[in-house]
């Protein structure tokens, strides 16, 4: 190219010696972090030319580093770089990308050294509960690549592709050295870089950068040529994969995938390869091909056969422990991490590293491509998180251990303990579903040393914890009844049971002997009881009579204890054990009480209990793992077995599904290859010297379903485990790949390449999956396009915000086709034809813009929506039209309830839905497989919120109740069976508060005591009593579902101050100042978004803070002697503003949706209002109370009238 171009490169390793120097001393401010990505010790080897260019190193002895897998966004060069260099993309795995005109330099950073993998295994094996390592602070080093394009255009225009949100900022020196407000792209081409040739690098939020050649019609792939330089070697692997060899690691470029779209509208492949050329240059070969249409040279990634498989981790130690899943299949991952850089996401609760160590939590979406959320949570000490679970809301509930002795790990107000003990205490943390907030977190624990190891939720959201305590002291907190309130000797093992929103111990009880005792497992049943397992030296551990072995075997034995619901007697306990060491880590139970349970045994001399006909029943050598099937009488063995091979292998995790067949996961040290595994299974060789596996068991126990590796060259272990109800199964724990960094991952993965140090792994295995991605010709992502699948099964997504799909409930075997289509889009392949599913498919369609689609006919679609309140058309529904292109088309019904689409096009099919808040709505999503003719669709509507008030038998209807201030009884009239209930609860003085605190659908007793400002509470769904204070002497109890959970919350109006605090069971606590002292508080859920508002009545003029937008809504209604009231008397699901005047008995209410004014005479001035829904209908009855007598009227003209009380009585349904 001349003078220009040899004078760049003889200036180029200048330049890049100043771009390596902006690295090692300037602080990257991104997205409102700070990121520094070295020290002044940070150096680059001058690397000469490499001699002979190709290397005749075995390619699999060196760590390889994907160049699939690193920066992820492109920054444009605004000064803040050499004036060559266009772009900037920071690396996600240890590496930085310079862009100039012609060139791309690679700054491949040293990964952190580890630990010999034996004195590791030798550690780890020697008791289980050594599990982490401290990073080792060293001076970072790094190795620059940089890839010429011999013979290429200096001056052809580079451009940023899909702009992001984010900005990045320098704030170096004095303020005019600053840089400032720095676009990012997702994407970059330059265009003729070669004539006729553009280049393409796309970089992925996921993780990832690979570029693309687009070589337009009669234009030379033969012009392009990479010349490389700062390598030590580079070399060609048996499978075409270009591999570039560097002190820290080699670069790793997969063999490219090139095509052309053919004349049939199908994408078709075109033979391509690397080629090495002239010694330190690369070029492509490419086949023949069509030249007067495109060519597109892509290097590609292999598919694999996990579900999905990703990474977690920074440059330091990370390791997962916990794992959970939801209904929607998201999975949440807790463990502790020492790394600053460790994957968050904005808006979480915590993006700060906070000490040596922090707990994390983490929720992956379904296809493990990205976070939903991830988050640190600890002070300034060291904090780990053991176990994780999560309810039905998608909170997650977290335990582990903290020493935060200076008292930071984060509480929340009212929890039950928020000051630090002393030692090491354990937490308990509920984070919000969308991992913003602590719904509660609170400590527990004693002045010795605690650990919380494992936890579980049950259906109403209340947390079960264990672990060990070692508290001579004796102040670990135990409750009033419980089994064991005193402590036996050095570790005890603890059972806690909180209550749903964290604020008290529902029971509080040691498990032990003398000697050690140690908790690693919990789980518990329908009905409340838990189950317990780990390992105990006390000979004198309890047992119970007629349990399986009464007797302690020997060093130390597993021990199953169950506890009844109430944590004050054992149901049974047991050892199970051989003569020498055996260790239960984890336990699971199925829906007929019986208990499955995993750890590690060294009975080498084979008297650890197994069973006959058992799939193994000899002792293999080492350590084996135990799977054991107890029975729920704890009385006798279902089935037990070992499962090993002849060196070190431990079971950590357990899980069962409906059927009964057990899921294990661990760890093997297997170098022999015996561990076993089944035929077709994903791994059946070991890759290293530590192998995680995953193994399922049949129901009986006498065969394995399948049993795999997971692992890469290094050490990796599996610590969690969990299953969906399809019998997904997905595990967690450590990989200490940090050398090899070949654990294996999945393309578009959330993280597919170490970070440094040790990362977190957490891996799928299940049901093939058909995923992929639509993309535009440049490769930028299109959302929201329409993929269709049918064959064996049949289904309908459309991409997400980065054009990504996938389908996971698929048929083995099955027969699939699958489509992408969208509105003036042609798409290449239109179709992918899948004969025979037996892996993993991943598919790429590239759509390209077209234009207007041809003409065609029309017809009318519409109908109406109907309520079961009063069977009344439905107003304000919104429906929702969708195409097979993705296109939405919106309406909302009138007044009447009817809605209409005009001129929608024939020959295709719909899904039509119909949603409005409040109301569940059928058919969910109405389908229309051929649409050619006018047509109606209805659909009915039921309203789903509130539930109806003081429903204690859960049939939909309010049932009559009163309280009896003079004894404390209340008297119950069940709508259901017409029984009477009496309960004695309370005391003269209470104020009677009847909601559903514990979220089951029916109505709990609870009283709130003025006295003491106590609130008492028996739950309807287990019958637990809580006592909590919350209040001062003069607060008004305004109990109601705040947060929209669906439970009701304790909260307090306080008059003095006007001011509203609450006690939410999912976002815990707040305060809110909303009225003033003669204000008369009356919660309810006006805006229809599930939660309550905050509303007083002042004088006849209502005072309202929205929930669904905290916008402030006032109104005039009523006089100062009006009584307020919150009650839904038209049933769309609101509350309407209404007022009962005692002076005429006359009800005035003005519906909240369309403010239409009613007016009904129905009462005298001493009557009570009783407002509620007791007939079902979703709509509230204007009832009043009269000495003793219910008098109600229902929409169909009749009036029922009822003695049932008397005239001191309280009717509850009149309290708020």
Do not use: C
Request: hydrophobic share 35%; glycine share 12%.
């Amino acid at each position: 190219m001349g003078a220009p171009r040899n004078l760049f490169e003889s200036r180029k390793r200048s330049v890049l010696r100043q771009l390596l120097g902006i690295l090692a001393a300037t602080g990257l401010a991104a997205f409102g972090y700070f990121v520094s990505f070295g020290d002044s010790e940070t150096k680059v080897r001058a690397a000469a030319a490499p001699e002979g260019g190709v290397s005749s190193e075995s390619v699999k002895q060196q760590p390889k580093a994907d160049l699939g897998n690193i920066p992820v966004y492109f920054e444009e060069n605004q000064g803040q770089f050499d004036k060559r260099v266009r772009y900037f993309a920071r690396g996600t795995s240890g590496y930085d990308l310079f862009v100039t005109a012609t060139d791309a330099v690679y700054v491949v950073h040293e990964k952190m050294p580890k630990e010999d993998v034996k004195a590791e295994a030798d550690r780890l094996s020697g008791h289980p509960d050594l599990r982490t390592r401290s990073a080792q602070k060293r001076p970072s080093k790094a190795t620059a690549v940089y890839m010429t394009l011999e013979g290429a255009d200096p001056n052809a225009a580079s451009s940023g592709s899909n702009m992001l949100d984010g900005r990045t900022n320098y704030f170096k020196g004095t303020e005019e050295n600053w840089h400032t407000n720095i676009p990012n792209y997702q994407g970059l081409r330059t265009n003729n870089i070669y004539p006729g040739i553009d280049m393409v690098w796309h970089g992925k939020e996921k993780g990832g950068v690979q570029y693309d050649f687009v070589i337009e019609p009669n234009a030379d792939p033969a012009q392009i040529e990479w010349k490389i330089e700062g390598a030590r070697s580079f070399s060609i692997t048996d499978e075409g994969d270009l591999l570039i060899h560097t002190d820290q690691g080699d670069i790793s470029q997969e063999r490219p995938f090139s095509y052309q779209d053919g004349a049939d509208g199908q994408r078709q492949e075109i033979e391509s390869r690397f080629v090495i050329d002239g010694g330190n240059r690369v070029r492509f070969d490419v086949g023949e091909y069509d030249r007067t249409r495109p060519l597109t040279i892509d290097p590609s990634v292999n598919l694999s056969n996990l579900a999905f498989s990703t990474l977690l981790g920074g440059s330091g130690s990370d390791q997962g422990n916990g794992i959970a899943v939801d209904g929607a299949g998201n999975v949440y991952i807790t463990g502790q991490t020492n790394s600053p850089l460790f994957p968050k996401t904005p808006g979480t609760f915590d993006t700060g590293h906070n000490g040596l160590y922090d707990a994390f939590v983490t929720k992956l979406n379904a296809a493990g491509t990205g976070l939903i959320y991830s988050t640190f949570i600890g002070g300034s000490g060291a904090d780990y998180g053991r176990g994780i679970a999560v309810d039905t809301s998608g909170n997650a509930y977290v335990t582990g251990v903290t020493t935060d002795d200076t008292t930071d790990y984060p509480t929340t107000p009212s929890a039950y303990d928020m000051t630090h003990n002393g030692g090491n205490d354990i937490f308990v943390t509920k984070l919000s579903s969308d991992g913003s907030a602590l719904v509660y977190s609170t400590f527990l624990g004693g002045s010795g040393a605690e650990q919380g190891k494992s936890i579980v939720v049950d259906a109403s959201g209340v947390a079960y914890v264990t672990g060990e305590t070692l508290d001579h002291t004796t102040d670990y907190p135990t409750t009033t009844g419980a089994f064991d309130t005193t402590p036996n000797g050095n570790f005890d093992v603890f059972v806690t049971k909180l209550n749903a929103a964290g604020s008290a111990l529902a029971y509080s009880t040691f498990l032990g002997g003398s000697n050690y005792d140690y908790g690693y497992g919990i789980a518990v049943d329908t009905s409340g009881s838990t189950y317990v397992t780990g390992y105990t030296v006390s000979a004198d551990y309890p047992t119970t009579g007629g349990a399986y072995d009464m007797g302690h075997n020997g060093a130390s034995d597993v021990f199953v204890t169950k506890l009844n619901a109430a944590g004050s007697a054992l149901a049974y306990s047991t050892f199970l054990g051989g003569s020498a060491s055996d260790y239960g880590n984890g336990i699971a139970v199925d829906a007929s009480g019986n208990a499955y349970v995993t750890g590690e045994t060294f009975d080498d001399t084979t008297n650890y209990p197994t069973t006959g006909g058992a799939f193994d029943t000899s002792h293999n050598g080492g350590s084996d793992v135990f799977v054991t099937k107890l029975h729920a009488l704890g009385t006798a063995l279902i089935y037990s077995t070992f499962l090993g091979g002849s060196n070190i292998d431990r079971g950590n995790g357990i899980a069962v599904d409906a059927s009964g067949s057990a899921y294990v996961t661990g760890n093997t040290f297997d170098t022999l290859t015996d561990y076993p595994t089944t035929v077709g299974a994903y791994n059946v060789s070991p890759n290293g010297s530590y192998d995680a596996f995953v193994t399922k068991l049949n129901p009986i126990g006498n065969a394995l379903t399948y049993s795999t590796f997971l692992g890469g060259n290094d050490a990796d272990f599996g610590y969690g485990i969990a299953i969906d109800a399809s019998g997904n199964t997905y595990v967690t724990g450590i990989a200490h790949d940090n050398t090899a960094t070949d654990y294996p991952t999945t393309p578009d993965a959330f993280q597919t390449q170490n970070n440094g140090g040790d990362d977190a792994f957490v891996s799928k295995l299940g049901d093939y999956s058909i995923s992929g991605r639509t993309v535009n010709t440049i490769g930028d992502p299109l959302v929201s396009m329409a993929i269709g699948l049918s064959g064996d099964g049949d289904g309908f997504v459309l991409t997400d915000q980065e054009g990504y799909f996938a389908f996971t409930d698929t048929v083995a075997n099955g027969t699939y086709l699958t489509a992408a289509l969208h509105d003036g889009f042609n798409f290449n392949p239109s179709n992918y034809e899948i004969n025979t599913l037996n892996r993993n498919k991943r598919v790429t369609f590239i759509g390209r813009l077209v234009g207007a689609g041809p003409t065609v006919a029309f017809a009318d679609l519409g109908g109406g929506v109907t309520s079961t309140a009063g069977n009344i058309g439905l107003p304000f529904t919104t429906l929702r039209l969708i195409d097979v292109y993705g296109n939405i088309r919106t309406t909302t019904t009138d007044s009447n309830g009817n809605y209409r689409f005009d001129e929608v096009r024939t020959g295709a099919a719909y899904v039509v839905t119909a949603s409005r808040e409040g109301f569940d709505i059928t058919p969910g999503a109405a389908h229309i497989n051929f649409f050619d003719e006018d047509l109606n669709l209805n659909f009915t509507a039921r309203p789903s919120s509130p539930r109806p008030v003081r429903d204690f038998d859960g049939d939909g209807k309010t049932d009559l109740a009163v309280f009896r201030p003079s004894s404390g009884v209340w008297y119950i009239l069940d709508s259901q069976t017409n029984a009477v209930r009496a309960v004695q609860f309370g005391v003269n003085g209470d104020i009677p508060l009847a909601e559903d605190y514990d979220g089951d659908g029916r109505t709990d007793l609870a009283v709130y005591r003025p006295s003491n400002s106590v609130w008492y509470r028996l739950n309807s769904s287990d019958g637990a009593f809580t006592a909590m204070s919350f209040g001062l002497s003069g607060d008004i109890p305004v109990p109601a579902d705040y947060d929209g959970d669906r439970h009701t919350d304790i909260a307090v109006y306080r008059p003095s101050t006007g001011v509203w605090h609450m006690l939410g069971s999912q976002n815990g606590y707040s305060a809110v100042q909303w009225g003033i002292a003669t204000d008369r508080p009356v919660p309810a859920d006006f805006d229809s978004d599930g939660k309550a508002d905050i509303t007083v009545y002042r004088d006849g003029t209502w005072y309202r803070l929205n929930s669904s937008d905290y916008s402030m809504s006032v109104s005039q209604f009523g006089t100062a002697d009006d009584r307020p009231l919150a009650a839904d008397l038209d049933g769309d699901g609101r509350s309407d503003t209404a007022v009962f005047r005692p002076s005429t008995g006359v009800w005035y209410w003005m519906d909240t949706i369309d403010s239409e004014f009613h007016a009904m005479q129905f009462g005298i001035s001493t009557d009570t209002p009783v407002p509620a829904d007791y007939n079902g209908d979703g709509r509230m009855e204007q009832a009043v109370f009269r000495s003793g007598t219910w008098y109600i009227p229902y929409p169909n003209g009749t009036l029922n009238v009822g003695q049932f009380g008397t005239n001191a009585d309280l009717p509850v349904n009149s309290i708020r």
